[in-house]
Nanobody, 125 residues
Framework: QVQLVESGGGLVQTGTSLRLSCAAS????????MGWFRQAPGKEREFVAA????????SYADSVKGRFTISRDNAKNTVYLQMNSLKPEDTAVYYC??????????????????WGQGTQVTVSS
């Protein structure tokens, strides 16, 4: 029902910025909540941020709060993750996810129904 395609990853320097995009298609009712997760090699999947359809309700992991901003443009069927002040520890594959997720489950990857294939973000030391 829903397809997600991430883009915008790349190799950047510490302290710089990067914006990830996730293009979504399919039923909007199945993607009321859009989230970003990341996974570094040998690490568990980690919640990054989530946003509800109205762009009002957002949630962030403590590790990215104040540096990252999630937003969505429903007219373009796209969710964004603006990443500022990047650190080497931000290096990971970033995944876009979608589902009918509500508080307090935004950080629980099991609550999301659809996933993109990921985009690599590498932050050099």
């Amino acid at each position: 029902q829903v397809q997600l395609v991430e883009s915008g990853g790349g190799l950047v320097q510490t302290g710089t910025s990067l914006r990830l995009s996730c293009a979504a298609s399919g039923r909007t009712s199945s993607r009321d909540t859009m989230g970003w997760f990341r996974q570094a090699p040998g690490k568990e999947r980690e919640f990054v941020a989530a946003v509800r359809w109205n762009n009002v309700v957002t949630s962030y992991a403590d590790s990215v709060k104040g540096r990252f901003t999630i937003s969505r443009d429903n007219a373009k069927n796209t969710v964004y993750l603006q990443m500022n002040s990047l650190k080497p520890e931000d290096t990971a594959v970033y995944y876009c996810a979608a589902g009918g997720v509500a508080s307090p489950y935004y950080s629980d990857y099991r609550q999301y129904d659809y996933w993109g294939q990921g985009t690599q973000v590498t932050v050099s030391s």
